[in-house]
């Protein structure tokens, strides 16, 4: 008997705004070339069984790890990739049966796919491993291509917005959510609440921070990934614009009533909010989530993040790793501190010995019995 699976339709070319809407015992139907970790851990989290791609989820351009991580977590991958009529056939909220690879919409077989498999993946990391090599020499190409034009980052002739936030001699927390930032949120606690850095949210970075309990003091990016409840806690709002000025994401928080200073700039939100934090004299720069290795670099685009490259170029003497801070930063209790507890634990027990009369009885028993034992 094959086996078979049932849910309700999500349909989203953009996997980061479908994983809003997803509930568990849904099947998320998406377009996503080469699934990275990041949209693969998002899709965890709502608790779905099925991934229905209209894409190759492995392309075998580079080692994306995203399959591979749903694969772990026993959700199922079945790319359709003859042409967009997934996207196109079904509506959000049709009723969808899977039987092996075969889809089916009220009882009607829409389209064959592929499930993959861990040969199928093993494969393609093979193939993806074999091209990496070409691919980081075009990456470097396109970052020097792009640094030519986005030089201004190194230079500082960038238009910067004057903040209400006072970076000079602080410590700076930036959160992406990114690759494993529920991990570093967690490891880095006491760093938070020992040193107090100041907060950056970067877009759903700003969710993240709300997430773990803390209140963010500032929210940079475009504004498409962020809630309405965390855009209106009070955090500084600065809304990255494209270079020629143009802000999409100005509209969203003018509708809510709130104010925003506009930062144009090329490159990705999270650069920006680094610029921002090492231009108005931040002493540390903690990163959460963002994009640190090669492999995060051909994740988000070759073009994309030529800026980021330069971004990190010229912040780097002062920017560390969530994991680096971890490492670096864990409260001991020291010795000392452990012989000054043990002696305040006795005060209390000494004035109890010598005030209750119980006590007292009890004392003069034991000390006569020691006698008897010992002859005295």
């Not at 079904?90 to 389209?111: A, M, S, W």
């Not at 994009?291 to 990190?312: Q, Y």
């Amino acid at each position: 008997m094959p086996d078979v699976i049932k849910g309700i339709a999500k349909i989203d070319a953009k996997t980061k705004d479908l994983v809003k809407r997803l509930q568990p015992g849904d099947i998320a139907i998406i377009s996503h070339r080469d699934i990275d970790a990041v949209a693969a851990e998002s899709l965890i989290q709502t608790g779905i069984k099925v991934v229905i791609n209209a894409d190759k989820s492995m392309s075998g351009v580079y080692p994306n790890p995203g399959p591979q991580i749903l694969m772990n977590a026993g959700i199922s991958i079945i790319d359709v990739t003859t042409d967009d009529v997934i996207i196109k056939q079904f509506k959000e909220g049709d009723p969808i049966t899977i039987i092996e690879e075969k889809i089916y919409c009220n009882d009607e077989l829409i389209v064959k796919g592929h499930m993959l498999t861990s040969e199928d993946i093993d494969e393609k990391m093979a193939e993806a491993k074999g091209n990496l090599e070409g691919q980081l020499e075009k990456f470097v190409q396109n970052t020097l291509d792009y640094a030519k034009r986005e030089k201004d980052i190194i230079l500082g002739k960038l238009d910067m917005p004057q903040t209400n936030t006072h970076f000079k001699g602080k410590q700076v927390l930036v959160v992406v959510r990114g690759k494993n930032y529920r991990e570093d949120l967690h490891t880095i606690r006491s760093y938070i609440r020992d040193v107090k850095p100041i907060l950056i949210g970067v877009d759903g970075g700003a969710d993240a921070l709300v997430e773990f309990g803390y209140q963010p003091d500032m929210v940079v990016g475009d504004m498409d990934s962020i809630s309405d409840k965390t855009l209106a806690s009070g955090a500084e709002i600065i809304v990255h614009a494209y270079p020629n000025g143009k802000a999409p994401g100005l509209q969203r928080v003018e509708e809510l009533g709130l104010e925003a200073k506009v930062f144009p700039a090329p490159g990705t939100s999270e650069d920006i909010a680094m610029l921002l934090a090492f231009e108005e004299g931040a002493d540390l720069i903690v990163a959460v989530g963002t994009h640190s290795n090669m492999i995060d670099f051909l994740e988000k685009g070759r073009k994309g993040m030529s800026s980021t490259f330069l971004v990190r170029l010229k912040v780097g003497a002062i920017l560390v790793d969530a994991k680096g801070v971890s490492r670096l930063y864990r409260t001991r209790m020291k010795f000392k501190y452990v012989i000054l507890i043990g002696m305040a634990a006795t005060i209390p027990l000494m004035i109890l010995l010598s005030t209750s009369p119980i006590a007292k009885q009890y004392l003069t028993l034991l000390w006569m019995k020691m006698r008897i034992i010992f002859g005295v």
